[in-house]
């Protein structure tokens, strides 16, 4: 940010300046007003010694308050304007200051693995956070994960998202390697079983029963967790089905250490 010519020209004179120096300041500031700490409401970019006294438009004399702050502060040096309360003067003026370390270190960083990438031969570009915003705002898409990541970098497309739903994946891990389940006193109480296959299954799996007889006739879809018995728990989106057969029972998918939603 201090050195803005590494971001190339339309970082600095194009729509995203505005962007780039907003998302930077929300972050620095605690996106709360410096003066009063309020939150949660739009905040300005302020000075803090004021242009009409040759403050600079350098990053480290920008901050963000609320409205009626910055109309009181008006022209007004920060010293002046916060003369009756020296420690958040104070507080102030420490963190307009603060060296960008954090930033530094990730610039670093980053510029050795893009040099990395590049090596690769294949295609790389780069974004920032300010063009992600920028992007999505464009096309008026909420604030969403998956839509952020969608409008990473320049070539981002025209989204069509009617319709699409984003797929939810959880890692679960493979289970445990315990021979024993303990009680809360971390006492062996209950037996497990030394083989996680079970007549073709094993806990994890999503099964499709369809039940024909008894009590539990219907059809229940969901994850199951296999006894050696071969009686079945389901867990369907309508709750936990005990007791399932496991002739009843047809993989839909085998278990690979991820849920999906
Ligand atoms: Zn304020």
Same mark, same amino acid.
Request: charged share 25%; aromatic share 8%.
């Given at each position: 940010?201090?050195?803005?010519?590494?971001?190339?020209? #339309?970082?600095?004179?194009? &729509?995203?300046?505005?962007? @780039? *120096?907003?998302?930077?300041? !929300?972050? /620095?500031?605690? =996106?709360?007003?410096?003066?009063?700490?309020?939150?949660?409401?739009?905040?300005?970019?302020?000075?803090?010694?004021?242009?009409?006294?040759?403050?600079?438009?350098?990053?480290?004399?920008?901050?963000?308050?609320?409205?009626?702050?910055?109309?009181?502060?008006?022209?007004?040096?920060?010293?002046?304007?916060?003369?009756?309360?020296?420690?958040?003067?104070?507080?102030?003026?420490?963190?307009?200051?603060?060296?960008?370390?954090?930033?530094?270190?990730?610039?670093?960083?980053?510029?050795?693995?893009? #040099?990395?990438?590049?090596? &690769?031969?294949?295609?790389? @570009? *780069?974004?920032?956070?300010? !063009?992600? /915003?920028?992007? =999505?705002?464009?096309?008026?898409?909420?604030?969403?994960?998956?839509?952020?990541?969608?409008?990473?970098?320049?070539?981002?497309?025209?989204?069509?998202?009617?319709?699409?739903?984003?797929?939810?994946?959880?890692?679960?891990?493979?289970?445990?390697?315990?021979?024993?389940?303990?009680?809360?006193?971390?006492?062996?109480?209950?037996?497990?079983?030394?083989?996680?296959?079970?007549?073709?299954?094993?806990?994890?799996?999503?099964?499709?029963?369809?039940?024909?007889?008894?009590?539990?006739?219907?059809?229940?879809?969901?994850?199951?967790?296999?006894?050696?018995?071969?009686?079945?728990?389901?867990?369907?989106?309508?709750?936990?089905?005990?007791?399932?057969?496991?002739?009843?029972?047809?993989?839909?998918?085998?278990?690979?250490?991820?849920?999906?939603?």
């Amino acid at each position: 940010m201090r050195n803005p010519d590494i971001q190339g020209k #339309e970082y600095q004179q194009g &729509t995203l300046t505005g962007y @780039e *120096t907003r998302e930077f300041l !929300l972050e /620095k500031w605690d =996106r709360q007003c410096a003066y009063c700490g309020i939150k949660d409401v739009p905040l300005q970019i302020e000075h803090i010694h004021p242009r009409a006294q040759g403050g600079s438009n350098s990053i480290t004399n920008l901050t963000l308050s609320c409205s009626k702050c910055n109309t009181k502060k008006g022209t007004k040096d920060i010293k002046e304007f916060l003369k009756k309360e020296p420690l958040r003067l104070e507080r102030i003026l420490k963190q307009a200051k603060r060296p960008l370390a954090d930033a530094a270190a990730v610039n670093t960083t980053r510029f050795a693995l893009l #040099e990395v990438l590049k090596a &690769t031969g294949l295609p790389v @570009e *780069t974004g920032s956070g300010g !063009l992600t /915003k920028f992007n =999505r705002n464009q096309q008026n898409l909420e604030k969403t994960h998956w839509l952020d990541a969608a409008c990473v970098g320049k070539s981002t497309p025209i989204l069509n998202i009617e319709g699409v739903k984003p797929l939810l994946i959880t890692a679960n891990g493979h289970g445990t390697r315990q021979l024993c389940r303990t009680d809360k006193f971390g006492i062996p109480n209950r037996h497990c079983s030394r083989t996680k296959f079970h007549f073709g299954f094993q806990t994890g799996d999503i099964v499709k029963a369809v039940v024909t007889t008894g009590k539990k006739i219907g059809e229940y879809i969901g994850r199951i967790a296999v006894r050696s018995t071969g009686s079945f728990n389901i867990s369907t989106s309508n709750g936990l089905i005990q007791g399932i057969s496991y002739k009843y029972c047809k993989s839909i998918h085998k278990k690979d250490g991820y849920s999906y939603a």
